[in-house]
Every structure is written in C-alpha cells, then in structure tokens.
C-alpha cells in the first residue's frame, strides 16, 4: 500500500513539474489511459507521456487526497488552468507488477441543481 | 479500516433497498452532504435521509469499487435511473465517531473530446 501511494505521489509531482522522465517511470509501458466522459482511450506509456506533454495551457494539478489499496488508488485533486478557476477531478490507477497500469481520468463539471429539493438543501 | 468499508458497503445497500432505519443507521447524526458541482449542502442525518427517500424515479446503484484508510474512503458506483443508461459516479465519505459524517457526491456527464489529440487516442 505504500508503494502504491508513492507511485501516485511521484505521479502528480511529475507531472506538475513537467518532469517526463520521472513520469514514464511510475508507468507500466503497456499503461492504458482512458477518460470515460469522453470515451478517449490511450494505450502505451509512450503515447500517455506524450499525451500530457503536449496538452497545451499553463496547467497546475495539486493532489487533496490520495487513497489506496494494495493493486489500486484514487487521487482527488485541483486542477486550474492559468488563471481560470480551480476545478475538482479524479484519477484512479490499477497497479500491475509495481506500476501505473491503468489510468482513468474524471473530470465533474458545474450543473444547476434540478428543482424540488430546495426543502432540504442551501447553496454555495 | 475494515469497520470504514463497512460503513461504506451498508450506505450502499441501504440506498438500494430503501432500507432507511439501516441507512440512518451509517450515518453521523451531523453529517454533511454536498454535491460540490451544484453547489448544494445538507446538514444533517434526517435531512440527508428524506432527501435520498424523497429522491424521484426508481433509481438503482451498484458499487463497483471501494477504497478506504482508516477515516476516509470513496465508492465508485454505476447508477442507473429507470430503463435509461447506466452512469458512474462517485461519493467522498469522511467518518467522525465510527460514523459516516460527510458524504461528498459527484456525478461526471458525457463530452465530446477537445480536438488536436486524435493522433494518440481511440474513442470507444
């Protein structure tokens, strides 16, 4: 378990710095990336190292929460984009042979509440 | 951590059998519900009970995945409303006294992808 949260770590502390070496090398080389929202899959570190290297913006990510278990992991985080808004996402890993094996990205976007419920809730 | 997964898998069960004497049950008596993307609060055990009993439509959850440490844990879990499609989504719980005392949802929603990164992906 600990190894899995330091593989997370150096996940998000690779990536904030742009550090692309260090990154590929908390990844299984057959690491499959997808985002579910979108349906986009991307199969091989190689491709997933180029993929955040070339996703373009001046983008910060700070991990809030990481948890873990022996094989897998979830990391809640903030995401911001130059001076646009801190938005919450997450990111939950598989562990295969002491690496990142898969990677599976959310991203939850601001909705309206549906009426009916305004008995019960306050906003903010 | 045993007794958190617990807590997390009666929340579950619970929900999906209108079991609500047994939902209460998981639930700390101040608990704090929010649903970071609406930006909408409930304090409170018997608020956030009728507000899952007074939830509409014939509504079902499935837990897929549960991660827990000794004071915080996250389900990932297919909802299904009726006959339409089944979704994923996510709860953030905190526990406080052996008890479930904050619930955080969040409810991803389908897009389309940002073009300029079909060179590295598949869709499904």
Redesign the interface.
């Given at each position: 378990m600990d190894e899995t949260r330091q593989l997370i770590e150096r996940f998000f502390a690779a990536l904030e710095s742009r550090d692309w070496a260090g990154f590929a090398e908390v990844l299984h080389p057959d690491v499959v990336y997808e985002?579910?929202?979108?349906?986009?899959?991307?199969?091989g570190r190689d491709?997933?190292v180029?993929?955040n290297r070339?996703f373009?913006g001046d983008w910060h990510l700070t991990p809030t929460?990481i948890?873990?278990?022996a094989a897998?992991?979830?990391g809640?985080f903030d995401w911001r984009l130059g001076e646009g808004p801190i938005e919450?996402a997450?990111v939950?890993f598989g562990v295969s042979e002491g690496l990142l094996a898969t990677v599976t990205d959310?991203?939850?976007?601001?909705?309206?509440?549906p009426p009916?419920?305004e008995h019960?809730?306050?906003?903010?």
């Open positions: 985002i579910p929202q979108s349906r986009e899959r991307i199969r491709r997933y180029q993929f070339e373009p929460s948890l873990v278990d897998a992991g979830v809640r919450e997450f939950f959310f991203w939850p976007e601001p909705y309206e509440p009916g419920r019960l809730t306050e906003r903010w």
